[in-house]
């Protein structure tokens, strides 16, 4: 099924999509807003109908059905839940590209100058200064026992047990720029590099994939498992 602006969608240009547990699919886009296909219809949200901003970065959803997603360079951080959209003015997020929520239900947000975590009442900061390889975070995925990992402009970057491990200090091939993240079932953690190709991270050893090996890029921007 093909779906344009056309069918009502708000831009013909997707910046994240995400299938939600009511069957609803979100699509942002970059000076259009939002837009909700559901049940062969589409729903348009923007600055007319409830959004600070148009200009609309990565999606989640959380266990409790709220969607996030951040709006906008310095912009706020949004919650849609049961169709009110909550307004987070908060300094810190700068055009979020990353968000993701833990096996414990902290909302993970990564930003162009650091790292944060909403906890359902307040904000808390990381930065390279916490153990961060680099203040610039492009993506986050929950692992296994309670991990987060942290892809950054710098390298990858796991958080456990309240604490964070620089991996890319350690191993050269983690000590690139890292755009997409995805842990599997069989834990294994997909790293989408910057012109590095796709690495495969587990139980400390690295596997490397590449235009030499078949990969049509060396850009990867997205991950995911198929069934």
Known sequence: TTITKQDGLASNVALAVHASRDGSTWISSWGSGL???VDGKVE?????????????????ETR????????????????????????????????????????????????????ETWDGSKFRRYTSRNGLTDDEVNAICGGADGAVWIGTVGGLTRWQAGKFQ???ASNALL?????????????????????????RWRAGA???????SGMFSDS????????
Do not use: C
Request: proline fraction near 3%.
């Open 206 to 212: 690295v596997q490397e994939f590449n235009h030499q």
């Open 35 to 37: 837009s909700r296909y």
């Open 166 to 168: 620089n991996l890319a």
């Open 220 to 227: 990867i921007y997205a991950i995911l498992e198929d069934h």
């Open 64 to 115: 409790d059905g709220s969607l996030w997603t951040g709006a906008d360079y310095n912009g706020p951080l949004l919650r849609i839940k049961d169709g009110k959209t909550t307004v987070f003015e908060h300094k810190g997020h700068h055009e979020p590209p990353a968000l993701s929520e833990d096996e414990r239900g902290l909302l993970w947000i990564g930003n162009r100058g650091n790292l």
């Open 44 to 60: 348009v949200l923007n600055t007319t109908n409830g959004l600070p901003s148009n200009f609309v970065m990565a999606l989640t």
């Open 175 to 199: 000590r690139v720029m890292i755009l997409s993240l995805y842990h599997d079932a069989d834990d294994s953690l997909w790293i989408g590099t910057k012109g590095k190709g796709l690495l």
